[in-house]
């Protein structure tokens, strides 16, 4: 009964934080100076006259108070209606089944690498210490204090421009199909962007596991287990990765809003044909379905990992169960 409880109000939780999200960037965009048949028109907007722009308008539901156009929006969503995408001039459930794929290989590739990479440097750090730790936190702080947008084009300007060891843009080549690119040609487009994003979130959860795993390579228990004999690698093993794992898991968590914002930058930068650059084409052109599909897709995925990490928390330590 208790869990029935627990699930339900996680679910009713995880409903309200959705409509708020919606809701905050409906009114973000309402407010926004972007008019959306400005954008709509581009340069046909010097020969429309108002007729036509009271045609778009009332075809677009524009027409009607704020509060109606958001409750109509919500309407269709709850029966399965995402919406239009004037940017695209297709349906916003097809603008986003074209591009998540991109997206997903991109973000949860460097999600799932920053996290090994950070845990590993971690680890290194803590337990070698001397140099080898100084060299580490150097390269985590330099790294934590780069924008990834900046990071992105110094990739671009040594290994595609000046070296051309890499491709220049893109999830393909140019003029190529995407049904045409063969698997080779898919890895060679996402090495660039997949390493801007990967060295991206590394130095938080590296930073985090170092101090954990010093603080427990200090604590009183693994100082009885010297004692008894126990070698430097029997520590790490039985008592410090998983106790550092607890906040490695958390920054891991916690990182994947930001892992999100770090993917709209490096796909600008990288023409990548993901979720992030048709949510910067939307905001452009006050494309307000599918922006508000994005951000309700993006608060849904950010909400359901950190309930899967106090999930997997009691896995890696039952303490916590108690």
Same mark, same amino acid.
């Given at each position: 009964?208790?869990?029935?409880?627990?699930?339900?109000?996680?679910?009713?939780?995880?409903?309200?934080?959705?409509?708020?999200?919606?809701?905050?960037?409906?009114?973000?965009?309402?407010?926004?100076?972007?008019?959306?048949?400005?954008?709509?028109?581009?340069?046909?907007?010097?020969?429309?006259?108002?007729?036509?722009?009271?045609?778009?308008?009332?075809?677009?539901?524009?027409?009607?108070?704020?509060?109606?156009?958001?409750?109509?929006?919500?309407?269709?969503?709850?029966?399965?209606?995402?919406?239009?995408? %004037?940017?695209?001039?297709?349906?916003?459930?097809?603008?986003?089944?074209?591009?998540?794929?991109?997206?997903?290989?991109?973000?949860?590739?460097?999600?799932?690498?920053?996290?090994?990479?950070?845990?590993?440097?971690?680890?290194?750090?803590?337990?070698?210490?001397?140099?080898?730790?100084?060299?580490?936190?150097?390269?985590?702080?330099?790294?934590?204090?780069?924008? %990834?947008?900046?990071?992105?084009?110094?990739?671009?300007?040594?290994?595609? /421009?000046?070296?051309?060891?890499?491709?220049?843009?893109?999830?393909?080549?140019?003029?190529?199909?995407?049904?045409?690119?063969?698997?080779?040609?898919?890895?060679?487009?996402?090495?660039?962007?997949?390493?801007?994003?990967?060295?991206?979130? /590394?130095?938080?959860?590296?930073?985090?596991?170092?101090?954990?795993?010093?603080?427990?390579?200090?604590?009183?228990?693994?100082?009885?287990?010297?004692?008894?004999?126990?070698?430097?690698?029997?520590?790490?093993?039985?008592?410090?990765?998983?106790?550092?794992?607890?906040?490695?898991?958390?920054?891991?968590?916690?990182?994947?809003?930001?892992?999100?914002?770090?993917?709209?930058?490096?796909?600008?930068?990288?023409?990548?044909?993901?979720?992030?650059?048709?949510?910067?084409?939307?905001?452009?052109?006050?494309?307000?379905?599918?922006?508000?599909?994005?951000?309700?897709? %993006?608060?849904?995925?950010?909400?359901?990992?950190?309930?899967?990490?106090?999930?997997?928390?009691?896995?890696?330590?039952?303490?916590?169960?108690?």
């Amino acid at each position: 009964m208790d869990l029935q409880l627990t699930v339900a109000a996680r679910l009713i939780r995880q409903v309200l934080l959705l409509a708020t999200v919606a809701l905050a960037v409906f009114l973000l965009m309402k407010t926004s100076p972007v008019d959306p048949i400005d954008a709509y028109l581009g340069p046909a907007i010097a020969t429309a006259g108002p007729e036509q722009r009271a045609q778009i308008a009332a075809a677009w539901g524009l027409d009607q108070p704020a509060h109606v156009q958001f409750l109509a929006w919500a309407g269709h969503v709850l029966r399965g209606d995402l919406g239009f995408s %004037t940017t695209y001039h297709a349906p916003v459930a097809q603008v986003m089944g074209d591009r998540i794929g991109a997206s997903l290989a991109l973000t949860g590739l460097a999600w799932l690498l920053s996290g090994l990479l950070g845990f590993a440097l971690g680890v290194i750090a803590a337990v070698r210490g001397g140099w080898i730790d100084r060299v580490i936190r150097l390269y985590c702080y330099v790294l934590a204090s780069t924008p %990834t947008f900046w990071f992105a084009m110094i990739l671009l300007m040594v290994f595609s /421009v000046t070296l051309g060891w890499t491709p220049i843009c893109c999830s393909g080549p140019i003029g190529v199909p995407p049904d045409q690119v063969s698997f080779v040609q898919r890895l060679q487009h996402l090495i660039l962007p997949l390493t801007a994003l990967t060295l991206f979130g /590394v130095a938080q959860i590296a930073l985090h596991t170092r101090v954990k795993l010093i603080e427990v390579l200090q604590s009183d228990y693994v100082l009885l287990a010297r004692a008894q004999g126990a070698s430097a690698l029997d520590i790490v093993w039985h008592h410090g990765l998983r106790n550092a794992a607890l906040p490695a898991l958390t920054v891991m968590m916690a990182s994947i809003g930001e892992l999100f914002g770090g993917a709209i930058l490096a796909e600008q930068v990288f023409a990548w044909p993901g979720l992030g650059r048709a949510s910067v084409e939307a905001g452009m052109k006050g494309d307000v379905p599918l922006l508000l599909a994005i951000a309700v897709l %993006t608060a849904l995925v950010v909400s359901s990992a950190n309930m899967l990490a106090d999930w997997l928390y009691q896995l890696v330590d039952p303490r916590v169960r108690q």
